[in-house]
């Protein structure tokens, strides 16, 4: 039996980290869950991550800068995390700059309150190697997905 993919969520807002990490595992994932940039290092450095979502906005109590961008830059930093599928789970929209580094990056940002089978669908879909079609934005950004 092949194993279960398992899906590191990122996300400080406890309903949403509680009911996407229960939705993944009801279909058929495993998944780990941080609430900080820190907390997800943390993970990264004892668990193998086969896909992340990722929040834009986390606690930082250090005061060290570190979002939700900075982890994603990390992970395509370092080789055993530079081809894991990155989902991009936020509520606000980003800005031209962000846009561009999470292109670079090679993420996608979804939009909450996007529902959770659209992130599954595309987890799926990255995780067999299959290509997920571009869609272009439309006038509602916040409600929609979108490949940047």
């Known amino acids: 039996m092949a194993h279960a993919p398992i899906v590191l969520v990122v996300e400080d807002e406890p309903s949403v980290q509680t009911t996407l990490c229960a939705t993944l595992t009801l279909m058929g994932f495993k998944t780990c869950h941080a609430d900080t940039v820190d907390s997800a290092l943390k993970i990264l450095g004892t668990e ?3 896909a992340v979502s990722l929040d834009i906005r986390l606690p930082d109590p250090e005061g060290l800068q570190q979002t939700g961008l900075s982890l994603l830059a990390f992970l395509r930093a370092t080789a055993e ?8 789970f936020t509520g606000i929209p980003l800005s031209p ?4 580094l999470v292109r670079r990056h090679d993420a ?3 939009y909450k309150p996007q ?6 669908e595309h987890l799926n879909r990255f995780l067999r ?4 079609p571009h869609r272009p934005p439309s006038g509602n950004r916040p409600r929609n997905t979108k490949r940047v």
């Open 108 to 110: 996608h940002v979804f």
């Open 81 to 88: 995390y530079a081809h894991v599928p990155v989902l991009i």
């Open 97 to 100: 700059e962000d846009e561009e």
């Open 115 to 120: 529902p959770y089978a659209v992130l599954i």
């Open 48 to 50: 193998h991550i086969d």
């Open 129 to 132: 190697g299959t290509p997920t």
